[in-house]
């Protein structure tokens, strides 16, 4: 059961807000996603009708690897705010267009710690389990953006999102409040997934 907004406040948990722009989903395995009115999530799978819904490993290169791996990757979550400093720098990316579920605004997410709660909507909560890291198919997508996202002069390694498990399940759309909550100190740095 979630915690009340008064027992996060009272544990002395630093809580973070933002909103949610869009959400896309595919049933196939494609770099981009269609954007939709809501998604689904279900606690421990994923979104519903993604091709990444499931509790082992769904990305084609890493199932092959351990088809029974856990899947750590099940929402992938990117912040508007890159597709703005990508524009500056002569790409046009919009939601969906790099394989994310959730786009964010007004959050940081490649710089919250390893295992922060993002509260999404009414009821939906997905874990943060690591950073998404930028593969060949971005340059496919548009030419020279996979060096954009990779080694920027400050934050993070990368700048393609983030990856996220679904702790509790719920309908999320565009305009619902994101509420971060961080865990206990002695934060980690999200890994490359």
Known sequence: ???????IHQN?????????VAVSVDGKHRFSKTPRLSIILTKGHGIEGDAHYGPFVRHRYLARRNPTAANLRQVHLIPSELFNA????GFEVRPGNLGENITTMGLDLECLPLGTMLRLGASATVRLTGLRTPCVLIDRFEGGLKDELRNGPLGPRFRAGV???????????????????????????????
């Open 86 to 89: 990508l524009r500056t720098r």
């Open 1 to 7: 059961m979630l915690e009340t907004e008064n027992q």
């Open 12 to 20: 002395n948990h630093p809580v973070t807000e933002g909103s949610v």
């Open 163 to 193: 990856m996220a498990v679904v702790s509790e399940g719920g309908e999320v759309s565009p305009g619902d409040s994101i509420r971060a909550v961080l865990p206990a100190p002695r934060h980690l740095a999200l890994p490359p997934l």
